[in-house]
């Protein structure tokens, strides 16, 4: 019989590259949604099952957590919403007490963790830092020695679908020339298919019960560095006119008032924290150099444009 994995955040960006690995390994998934209907592509495949539910109903989790051999939490918010739902006390802590309590109560085994790179409840540079720090010590504090949990601390990620790599590009091809805040600000972005296959490995090595594994791609670089480089693969380059800090802060509370949320001020304080690691075992071997360019790259449209044509018959 198949062991079963519960994940919640399975229908977000690294849920769905996650769900779709463990489904090849021969897992059965059950994936947590608020929404089922909007996810229907990921219960296609046989050994995934969608089960709609409120995440925030202790009752609830309980009783679809009940019979895992693991639960793996994904969940993560960017920007406060008015919902008192989407606030990052709610999802990054509140959430975090239920879950780990549900799977004390039903006798889960195993609880894997997303956290983030330099989350800490009380030095973290912005809320969403504290609030990460907050959910991760208190997923190690209430699970004891009851439930092995290992969290994962990654920088930020990238893949194809991504919204870093992906929303500068836009931006470029937008923008007549690039203002950009805190463009020293420093990051090692790690792609999502290392971030996976770590996962993956915790889920399968009983001994990295009680870390806390940091997770940062093989180089570092500036912002200014990651904005410049998207420039050049996507053949949008622009001029890129760094912001002295008072304009950056300007253009946080500007931004937040756009649909979407692009820059906010909780933001602009996450980027006063560099977001890598001294710790050589956090570095996974994907490169940017080696990825972005399938997605964002003009060589990518080609190749795109080919297969459509090909598709067609056109060739």
Aim: proline share 4%.
């Amino acid at each position: 019989m198949a062991t079963t994995v519960t994940i919640l955040g399975a229908t977000g960006y690294v849920g769905v590259q996650l769900v779709s690995r463990l489904a090849d390994r021969g897992y059965h998934i059950k994936a947590l949604t608020r929404h089922k209907c909007r996810h229907n592509k990921l219960g296609v495949l046989s050994n995934v099952q969608l089960v709609e539910t409120d995440t925030h109903d202790q009752a609830a989790l309980e009783k679809h957590l009940a019979g895992s051999a693991a639960v793996i939490n994904l969940i993560g918010i960017l920007n406060q919403e008015g919902a008192s739902t989407h606030t990052f006390d709610n999802a990054h802590v509140e959430l975090v007490k239920k879950m780990v309590n549900a799977c004390l109560n039903t006798g889960v085994p195993r609880y894997l963790h997303m956290s983030a790179l330099n989350a800490d409840a009380e030095r973290g540079s912005s809320e969403y830092l504290k609030s990460k720090g907050k959910g991760e010590d208190l997923a190690f504090e209430l699970a004891g020695d009851k439930l092995a949990v290992t969290s994962f601390r990654p920088s930020v990620i990238f893949g194809s679908q991504d919204s870093f790599f992906n929303r500068f590009a836009g931006l470029l091809k937008t923008l007549p020339v690039f203002p950009l805040a805190c463009g020293d600000s420093k990051m090692a972005p790690v792609y999502v298919g290392d971030v996976c296959e770590k996962i993956i490995q915790a889920l399968e090595d009983p001994s990295t019960a009680g870390q806390r594994i940091d997770l940062v791609g093989p180089k570092d670089y500036t912002l200014r560095e990651l904005v410049a480089y998207t420039g050049r693969v996507s053949g949008a380059q622009k001029k890129i006119i760094d912001l002295p800090d008072w304009a950056a802060r300007l253009q946080a509370k500007l931004m937040a008032l756009v649909p979407g949320k692009p820059f906010t001020m909780d933001n602009y304080l996450s980027l006063q924290t560099d977001s890598i690691s001294d710790d050589e075992t956090a570095r996974q071997p994907t490169s940017i150099e080696a990825i972005v360019p399938r997605y964002i790259g003009q060589k990518d449209r080609n190749l795109k444009y080919q297969t459509f044509r090909q598709a067609a018959r056109r060739d």
